[in-house]
């Protein structure tokens, strides 16, 4: 066998055919002290042990104000997070992704607002508030595997908005992801499954939860509101996947708890997925 067929063999064989990742997307409730019991410095020390435990590869947060992004940053050994606040910079809330830089390396990132005019600070349409979208480009250390993951925070209020928005976001990962990567979007869409608004995102991604092939655990809802002695039953965080090059093994929403209190308003989604 030629000098350089070996070479080409050991290339193949150095890395898995697939890799193993877990993502969660978690609105963390923005920190302010008017939400009494439940403010941010009550419930952070539980709510960054909480992720710590459950050790994900890729973190999406909503609702993160930079001090919040900093105390887990110091919290959270071996992550590192990038993104933007929705009023540009580190100003206002952000939807960033961490990740564990011993699992995972960055290669590209951005992101884009839900509006009109994506590339630059805007309000788009009917809503109350800007909006955002922040991306990464990953590749998994082990395998090679590269992927997109896509994460954001649609708004509360405004209908035609949160429509737009999700096709608006279909139409950056398609225009972003040229290569058609295995893409994972993930957030607060501030939708309930039976929403037409959700239908352009359906159309084009997985429900992770509807496609998981092992278990889909945990509570109906999403939402808590912090009321612990209340069914959820409000399911607004979702994670999407492309149809080809993932595999959703497993779905599960966090209900965790401490001393009858919830470490945020939302529960956190967690998924295991293999990239094929």
């Not at 609702?63 to 933007?84: I, T």
Request: aromatic share 14%; net charge negative.
């Amino acid at each position: 066998m030629k000098f350089h067929s070996l070479v080409l063999l050991a290339v193949i064989f150095s890395f898995p055919a697939t890799a193993q990742v877990s993502v969660m997307s978690y609105n963390i409730r923005y920190a302010t002290e008017s939400d009494g019991e439940n403010a941010w410095s009550k419930r952070k020390d539980y709510l960054a042990k909480q992720v710590a435990f459950y050790e994900p590869g890729i973190l999406g947060v909503q609702e993160a104000l930079q001090e919040q992004l900093e105390f887990l940053d110091e919290e959270l050994e071996d992550y590192k997070w990038f993104g933007e606040g929705r009023d540009g910079k580190n100003k206002g809330e952000f939807s960033a992704i961490f990740y564990n830089t011993e699992k995972f390396e960055v290669l590209d990132m951005g992101t884009f607002w839900l509006s009109e005019t994506p590339h630059r600070i805007s309000i788009g349409w009917d809503a109350a508030l800007n909006r955002i979208c922040t991306y990464g480009l990953f590749r998994e250390k082990a395998s090679g595997k590269e992927f997109y993951v896509f994460n954001t925070h649609f708004d509360h209020l405004g209908e035609v908005a949160r429509l737009r928005s999700a096709e608006l976001i279909v139409e950056k990962i398609k225009n972003i992801n040229a290569e058609n990567l295995p893409v994972v979007l993930m957030g607060d869409f501030n939708l309930e499954p039976a929403s037409s608004a959700l239908a352009p995102i359906l159309g084009y991604l997985n429900d992770a939860k509807a496609v998981a092939s092992e278990v889909a655990y945990g509570p109906e809802g999403t939402f808590n509101g912090f009321k612990f002695h209340e069914p959820v039953t409000k399911r607004i965080d979702y994670v999407f996947t492309s149809p080809e090059g993932i595999e959703v093994l497993k779905h599960g929403v966090l209900s965790d708890s401490k001393d009858l209190k919830y470490p945020s308003d939302h529960f956190p989604v967690l998924v295991v997925l293999r990239l094929e």
